[in-house]
């Protein structure tokens, strides 16, 4: 195996920059990290939640990076992302799929990735999974995409069924609690004082950019529209679907927010049937992703009751660990092509 030469986004231990594309002129910040990267080695890109920008992640990449490489990146309007010049009203999915491919020709990061996401990323992921599937045309998906992991990621279903997450009544309900505070992340995230800062000032300059212009219901539905769950758009590629206890977390932001007075009594009712409904179909609505690979290809499905919709900032290993999983996965088939390659050889002799 060869190291690529010449491309500090392979080879460089630690290397970001602001860079600029020809698409849409838009510029989108990139941050690459971890071990060298061999030839034929595959590259974790990580797609963030909606409003969250990578700084956030920080601590996923410092982990994962220690046995893969990684890119993390924001996407147009994200922290220091630049929004289309064009002044387009909405924020989708499919154009940020695009970009992100324009992103990667540009800085020369070629397949195969492992592709990561969270929350509103899964939509974004599967966006760009299907873009590079249909641009490449594998006869062995994991040649390009060599593994996909949704961890507690957003569905079409559930974009489709639920107007809006969480409901306008929980929001009302806990608009005065401070997540933060009242379930300590900051000391739970592990992160410096200088990388919480810089994750909360990142946060801040998204919510400026950004504010109401990404079309998560918007993209989800035409996501939907490519009916990807009834083709098995990734059969014989390596999946992982995990599902948090968000609903743990609804119930959270409830009790705290009426301990201190927050909603009408409209309100909490409206906040006690979104917790109710969300918790009867959370499971069937993130199940169904399997059904990307359909009865071919690896699937692993896991419930984490446990660990809320953030576990991915208080505990990066449970990220790395699926990451590790799917890295397994490509070993395993790795080796049993060579077992096979190693007995038509001895057949003919």
């Known amino acids: 195996m060869t190291i690529r030469k010449h491309n500090p986004w392979e080879t460089s231990s630690d290397i970001s920059a602001l860079m600029p594309l020809g698409t849409r002129n838009v510029s989108l910040f990139a941050h690459a990290s971890g071990l060298s990267r061999h030839q034929g080695d595959p590259v974790v890109?990580?797609?963030?939640?909606?409003?969250?920008?990578?700084?956030?992640?920080?601590?996923?990449?410092?982990?994962i990076s220690s046995f893969v490489r990684t890119l993390f990146y924001d996407r147009a309007g994200y922290d220091r992302s630049t929004l289309p010049s064009s002044n387009v009203e909405s924020l989708t999915a499919q154009d940020a799929a695009k970009d992100l491919g324009a992103l990667l020709k540009q800085i020369d990061v070629l397949p195969p990735y492992i592709l990561v996401g969270h929350s509103y990323g899964g939509i974004l992921l599967r966006e760009f999974l299907h873009l590079q599937l249909k641009e490449h045309h594998p006869t062995d998906p994991t040649e390009v995409i060599a593994g996909v992991v949704l961890y507690d990621t957003g569905t079409e279903l559930e974009y489709a069924f639920f107007p809006r997450l969480p409901s306008a009544d929980l929001l009302a309900v806990s608009n005065d609690i401070d997540w933060e505070v009242l379930t300590k992340l900051k000391a739970e995230s592990g992160m410096t004082d200088e990388e919480w800062s810089d994750a909360m000032e990142a946060g801040q300059r998204t919510r400026e950019k950004v504010a109401q212009r990404e079309d998560t219901h918007g993209s989800a539905r035409v996501l939907a529209e490519k009916m990807q769950l009834e083709r098995h758009i990734y059969k014989g590629g390596n999946l992982a679907v995990i599902r948090c206890n968000s609903a743990r977390d609804y119930q959270m932001m409830y009790d705290e927010g009426v301990r201190i007075g927050g909603g009408t009594k409209e309100e909490r009712a409206g906040a006690r049937k979104f917790i109710h409904e969300w918790g009867m179909h959370n499971f069937p609505m993130a199940k169904v992703q399997g059904e990307l690979v359909g009865d071919q290809g690896n699937t692993l499905h896991q419930e984490l009751p446990h660990w809320g919709h953030d576990s991915v900032f208080r505990k990066p290993e449970l990220v790395g660990d699926v990451v590790e999983w799917v890295l397994h996965k490509l070993d395993d088939g790795k080796k049993e092509r060579e077992m096979g390659h190693g007995l038509s050889i001895r057949a003919g002799d």
Not at 45 to 61: E, S
Request: charged letters at 5%.
């Open 45 to 63: 890109i990580f797609f963030t939640g909606a409003g969250a920008p990578a700084a956030g992640y920080i601590k996923v990449q410092q982990h």
